[in-house]
């Protein structure tokens, strides 16, 4: 058995809740060291510390708490006796932490965020499992150097390539490019494929006037003049395709480019890069020449927690495209 630690770290979401029938909804209930105390085999894996961070649901957590959490995890990580840290978090949200914090952590010690689609009175809870599974991952020496990790129904993600793909089901989690990493069987962890380095972001603080702006069929660009004339610091917007929009878009785009706002432009389809092949009115091409930054496979929302890491370093939208080379 390892003798070093793993700190898991609880946040809330549906892993710490639980049924009121009182107020007939599920609610925030459970602590975290309940959480660990409902999990007896965790014991024989190594031995196990509990930090309370909060105790939120996920669509209440914010790239400011974010960033808090990754001061806590790299306080955590740099303790001599510990090996790596699971954070228990709801999944609501938890591609975007666990995307923050792969690019802000400087620590090469493993990261696995988990959650649960059941909260813990309902039958068949997937938390306990998960957490179990999770603890599993974080301590297996493989791990080391594999990054922020997302563990959900016995899947290993890394956290540049995971989301959230269905509201109930608890094989929810997947990384529809590039499939999972590795996989929990029993008490074994199976890592199947190494994870490319990330460019990290290290910075200790955020730039949160940073929007996502979804388009569709007909979309124009009253969102866009609204948020330019608001001075928003940057826009992602989530286009079409390869990186297409609708002509009616484009005037709000070159507006925030002439005002020197990055507009970074990632596509709705789930799979796949933006790039810049089509050359018609809104498609990608001109959208790069008039200075549109590509953010490759990025989801909308990944993209979104890269550029307000990037803007801590520089507003100049040549240097912001480069992170997202
Ligand atoms: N709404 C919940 C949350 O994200 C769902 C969950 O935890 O799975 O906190």
Same mark, same amino acid.
Do not use: W
């Given at each position: 058995m390892n003798t070093s630690k793993v700190v898991i770290i609880s946040t809330g979401g549906t892993i710490a809740m639980r049924y009121d029938?009182?107020?007939?909804?599920?609610?925030?209930?459970?602590?975290?060291?309940?959480?660990?105390?409902?999990?007896?085999?965790l014991v024989e894996v190594c031995p196990i510390e509990v930090y309370e961070f909060s105790n939120i649901p996920s669509p209440h957590m914010t790239p400011e708490l974010m960033l808090k959490l990754a001061q806590k995890v790299e306080?955590?990580?740099?303790?001599?006796?510990?090996?790596?840290?699971?954070?228990?978090?709801? !999944? #609501?949200?938890?591609? =975007?932490?666990? &995307?923050?914090?792969? $690019?802000?952590?400087? %620590?090469?010690k493993?990261?696995?965020?988990?959650?649960?689609?059941?909260?813990?009175?309902?039958?068949?809870?997937?938390?306990?499992?998960?957490?179990l599974d999770a603890v599993r991952a974080a301590a297996a020496p493989e791990a080391s150097g594999k990054g922020v990790m997302v563990v959900m129904n016995q899947e290993i993600h890394s956290a540049r390539d995971v989301t959230k793909t269905h509201t109930a089901s608890t094989d929810t989690f997947k990384s529809p490019f590039w499939g999972p990493i590795g996989y929990v069987d029993e008490d074994r962890v199976?890592?199947?494929?190494?994870?490319?380095?990330?460019?990290?972001?290290? !910075? #200790?603080?955020?730039? =949160?006037?940073? &929007?996502?702006?979804? $388009?569709?069929?007909? %979309?124009?660009?009253?969102?866009?003049q609204a948020l330019v004339d608001k001075g928003v610091k940057g826009i992602v917007v989530e286009g079409l395709g390869r990186g297409n929009i609708p002509p009616a878009v484009i005037p709000g785009i070159k507006r925030a480019i002439y005002?020197?706002?990055?507009?970074?432009?990632?596509?709705?389809?789930?799979?796949?890069?933006?790039?810049?092949?089509?050359?018609?009115?809104?498609?990608?091409?001109?959208?790069?020449?008039?200075?549109?930054i590509f953010a490759?496979?990025?989801?909308?929302?990944?993209?979104?927690?890269?550029l307000m890491l990037a803007l801590t370093k520089t507003n100049d939208p040549q240097q912001i495209a480069k992170y997202f080379n």
């Open positions: 029938p009182v107020r007939k909804g599920i609610f925030p209930a459970v602590t975290g060291q309940e959480l660990v105390e409902a999990i007896p085999p306080e955590i990580l740099g303790g001599e006796d510990i090996r790596g840290v699971v954070i228990t978090h709801g !999944t #609501d949200t938890l591609e =975007e932490t666990a &995307y923050f914090l792969s $690019l802000i952590l400087k %620590s090469n493993p990261v696995c965020l988990t959650a649960a689609m059941r909260s813990s009175a309902e039958i068949s809870p997937d938390g306990p499992k998960n957490i199976l890592f199947q494929r190494e994870v490319r380095k990330l460019d990290k972001i290290i !910075t #200790d603080r955020i730039v =949160e006037d940073v &929007y996502l702006v979804k $388009l569709a069929a007909g %979309s124009d660009d009253f969102l866009i005002k020197n706002i990055p507009v970074v432009l990632a596509t709705r389809v789930p799979m796949g890069r933006v790039l810049d092949i089509y050359g018609y009115e809104g498609g990608a091409k001109p959208l790069k020449e008039m200075g549109v490759g496979e990025l989801s909308g929302q990944k993209a979104r927690i890269k």
